[in-house]
């Protein structure tokens, strides 16, 4: 079975600096997605960004990018120049390529943006 | 990527009611699930709910207390029965697109059982 770890239970970050949220997961597989998702107080799951394992190239979104290390099993989601809409719970989350598997979660982080 | 609608958005419930939570996508999706995320937890995922059959539920969940119906690929419900406090909780439908390979969720209907 896959497990997800988020070993940063809440972080926080000064509007328009750099935060590191962070991931490690436990698989078998060599094939799989992971994903970033953002809840913030709405509770509406909002997608930041997906890696899919066979790709060596780290995944980027704008100011959210992703550090995937596939040998360490590593998956950590860099926010550049934070803003205050940041402020959420941040989500983890694994995914067997295979068709029809499900989202495996990490704990969240909740990530607080100070002005 | 898909839209996805849930309703209600928020409710409360008395104990030892049943609510149906609707789930409506704009477009024809293979995969549909169910997950509930309790007050400060993650997601768990309750069920996939299969089109024209029986849903397949998680370890730790019952077809008797979570019936799910999904009569097309479009609409899917889920029940909560015979709800207590335990049951409050954000209940997420989630559909995975087209290409196979990214999971979208609804808005949550969060459920406050008194």
């Known amino acids: 079975a896959q497990t997800v770890t988020q070993s940063q239970p809440e972080m926080s970050v000064q509007e328009a600096e750099t935060v590191t949220l962070s991931c490690t997961y436990d698989?078998?597989?060599?094939?799989?997605?992971l994903f970033w998702y953002k809840q913030p107080p709405s509770r509406q799951m909002i997608l930041v960004i997906r890696?899919?394992?066979?790709?060596?190239q780290n995944a980027t979104e704008n100011r959210f990018s992703v550090n995937f290390q596939k040998a360490a099993k590593s998956f950590s989601l860099k926010i550049s120049d934070s803003q205050l809409g940041d402020t959420a719970m941040y989500f983890c989350a694994f995914m067997k390529r295979e068709y029809g598997n499900k989202l495996v979660f990490g704990a969240g982080t909740i990530l607080r943006v100070k002005s | 990527s898909a839209v996805i609608s849930q309703k209600p958005s928020r409710d409360i419930c008395q104990r030892g009611t049943s609510l149906t939570i609707q789930c409506q996508v704009d477009?024809?999706?293979?995969?549909m699930f169910w997950y509930r995320q309790q007050p400060g937890q993650s997601l768990t995922l309750i069920a996939t709910a299969n089109q024209g059959s029986e849903a397949t539920y998680e370890s730790g969940f019952v077809i008797d207390k979570f019936p799910i119906s999904r009569p097309n690929l479009t609409f899917s419900t889920l029940t909560v029965s015979n709800m207590s406090p335990e049951d409050s909780s954000i209940y997420l439908c989630s559909v995975r697109d087209t290409s196979g390979n990214t999971i979208y969720f609804g808005e949550g209907s969060w459920l406050t059982v008194v």
């Open positions: 890696q899919e394992a066979y790709k060596q």
């Open positions: 698989t078998s597989e060599n094939n799989y997605y």
């Open positions: 477009s024809q999706v293979t995969m």
